[in-house]
C-alpha cells in the first residue's frame, strides 16, 4: 500500500474482540485488536512481530463488528505480508496458497488417480508430517473441472449476456454448482461466458503471506474485468470471498492496479438473480409438488462483510416447497485453508460447533451457503451435505427433491 492504515482510528472498545470467533476459543490468538491496531504501534517501531499473528483467520468478522470502520484483518494481512517477506514461508502454507496451480499442473492425470494419491492414509500421513492435518476434510478433485464442462454445454440463443468468474472450488472441485449456475443464467434468458482468462482471485496466496503472488493474479483478473466493463456486461461470481476480495483488498492492498486498469467488481450472482425474478425474466415457480423441505442456511463470514444482505437466503424464501431456516451461527471455523492446518484443524472445529449442532438437530436433509469451504466445513462437521443455493434453486425448478448431477 502506497499509505499505510492509520491504526489510531481504533478507540479500544474491544467490539471486535467480543465477536471474534478465533478469540473466543483459544488463548493463542490476542485478539484482533491488539495484535491489529494495538501492536501496530510496535511496527511502526520495527519491533519484532507476536507469534499471534498467524492465528488470525481473516473472517472478516473484526471488520464486520467496528464501529470506527477499522479495516482491522487488512491490517493483520498486511503484517503476515511483511513477517512472510521477513522470514519466509513454509512449503504447507505454498501449497495451500496455490491450489490452481497445483491442479494445472495434474490435469492430465485422471481424477480417480488424483483423488487415490491425495486422499490415501499414506499420503494423508506425509501432508500431516507438513502440517495439513490428517482429519482435515481435504476435497477431492472433480471428474472434469467447471471450464471442460462448460465447453461443452449447448446454452441455446439468448438475447442477453452474463460474465460467470468461476472461481477455483468451483472449476476444480465442484464444477456441478458452476453448471447449475449457467443453467439458472440460461432460463432467466442470459447468456454465460467464462474466460479463460480469470484464475483465482488471489485470496488464498495473500491469506497465506504470498503478496507478490496475490497482486501477480489480481493485476490479470483485473484486466480481464475490465474488457467487459467497457463492453456493458455484468460480471458475477457465487463465491463471497471472490466477491469481497475484488470489493475490499484488492483496492486496500494493490492501488496501483485499480489505477491501472480501474476498479473490478464481481456481482453477487444470487443477487442478480433475485434482480432477473423482479424483472419477470427468471420464473421461480418451476415443476411443483407436495413436498416441503426445510434447508439450514449459513451465511459465510466473507458474505456478510459486504453490507447487501443475504441473497442466498433471499432467494430460497422465494423457492416454492423449500422452508429456509438461517442457522445464524457465526463463523463455520474453516476461513479459506486455515481450518486444513494442523495447528488450527481443533480451533476450526470448536469455532463451527455450534454450527455442526444446529444443521444436525435439524430435520433437514441438506445444508447451504454460497461458499464452497464453508460447505466443506459444514459436511464434516455435521454429517449432512451441503449445496450452494442455486443448486437448490434448480433442484426445485426442475421439481426435484435432491440435487441435479449432471453428465461431466
Known amino acids: 500500500m502506497k499509505v499505510r492504515i492509520n491504526p489510531d482510528k481504533c478507540i479500544a472498545c474491544t467490539t471486535c474482540v467480543a465477536h471474534c470467533p478465533v478469540a473466543r476459543v483459544t488463548p493463542k490468538f490476542l485478539g484482533p485488536r491488539m495484535i491489529g491496531p494495538a501492536y501496530e504501534r510496535f511496527r511502526l517501531l520495527a519491533l519484532a512481530e507476536d507469534e499471534s499473528l498467524t492465528y488470525c483467520a481473516n473472517c472478516k468478522n473484526c471488520d464486520i463488528t467496528c464501529p470506527q470502520g477499522v479495516p482491522v484483518s487488512s491490517i493483520n494481512m498486511l503484517a503476515r505480508a511483511e513477517q512472510a517477506r521477513k522470514q519466509g514461508t513454509t512449503l504447507r502454507d505454498w501449497v495451500l496458497a496455490h491450489g490452481e496451480l497445483q491442479a494445472k499442473l495434474l490435469q492430465i492425470i485422471p481424477a480417480s488417480l488424483k483423488n487415490f494419491g491425495m486422499l490415501n492414509p499414506v499420503t494423508r500421513y506425509v501432508l500431516d508430517q507438513l502440517g495439513i492435518d490428517k482429519r482435515a476434510p481435504l476435497p477431492a478433485f472433480a471428474k472434469k473441472t467447471f471450464r471442460q464442462a462448460f465447453k461443452k454445454i449447448d446454452q441455446g440463443s439468448h438475447s442477453r449476456k452474463v460474465?460467470?468468474?468461476?472461481?477455483?472450488?468451483?472449476?476444480v472441485y465442484d464444477p456441478q454448482t458452476g453448471l447449475d449456475m449457467v443453467w439458472a443464467f440460461n432460463k432467466a434468458g442470459y447468456e454465460v461466458i467464462s474466460p479463460d482468462e480469470f484464475g483465482c482471485c488471489g485470496l488464498p496466496m495473500i491469506a497465506n503471506g504470498f503478496w507478490e503472488d496475490g497482486k501477480k493474479r489480481a493485476n490479470n483478473n483485473l484486466a480481464e474485468l475490465a474488457k467487459w466493463r467497457e463492453q456493458g456486461i455484468t460480471v458475477v461470481t457465487g463465491c463471497p470471498s471472490c466477491a469481497l476480495i475484488f470489493r475490499d483488498d484488492i483496492p486496500e492492498f494493490y492501488p496501483e492496479l485499480v489505477e491501472k486498469h480501474g476498479l473490478g467488481r464481481l456481482e453477487d450472482a444470487q443477487d442478480f438473480l433475485m434482480e432477473c425474478v423482479e424483472r419477470g425474466e427468471l420464473d421461480l415457480g418451476g415443476i411443483r409438488n407436495d413436498t416441503e423441505q426445510p434447508i439450514v442456511y449459513h451465511a459465510p463470514c466473507h458474505l456478510r462483510a459486504q453490507g447487501n444482505g443475504l441473497p442466498g437466503m433471499e432467494l430460497l424464501k422465494r423457492l416454492p416447497g423449500i422452508k429456509p431456516v438461517n442457522a445464524n451461527a457465526g463463523c463455520c471455523g474453516i476461513s479459506g485453508s486455515y481450518g486444513f492446518k494442523k495447528e488450527k484443524y481443533d480451533i476450526a472445529q470448536?469455532?463451527?460447533?455450534?454450527?455442526?449442532?444446529?444443521?444436525?438437530?435439524?430435520?433437514?436433509?441438506?445444508?447451504?451457503?454460497?461458499?464452497?469451504?464453508?460447505?466443506?466445513?459444514?459436511?464434516?462437521?455435521?454429517?449432512?451435505?451441503?449445496?450452494?443455493?442455486?443448486?437448490?434453486?434448480?433442484?426445485?425448478?426442475?421439481?426435484?427433491?435432491?440435487?441435479?448431477?449432471?453428465?461431466?
Not at 360 to 378: F, L, M
Open 350 to 408: 470448536e469455532v463451527g460447533s455450534e454450527l455442526f449442532d444446529i444443521v444436525r438437530k435439524n430435520p433437514c436433509k441438506y445444508a447451504s451457503s454460497e461458499c464452497g469451504t464453508c460447505r466443506v466445513q459444514i459436511e464434516h462437521g455435521s454429517g449432512k451435505k451441503a449445496i450452494h443455493p442455486v443448486s437448490i434453486l434448480r433442484m426445485r425448478m426442475e421439481g426435484k427433491t435432491d440435487p441435479v448431477v449432471d453428465e461431466l
Open 163 to 171: 460474465v460467470f468468474f468461476p472461481g477455483c472450488y468451483v472449476d
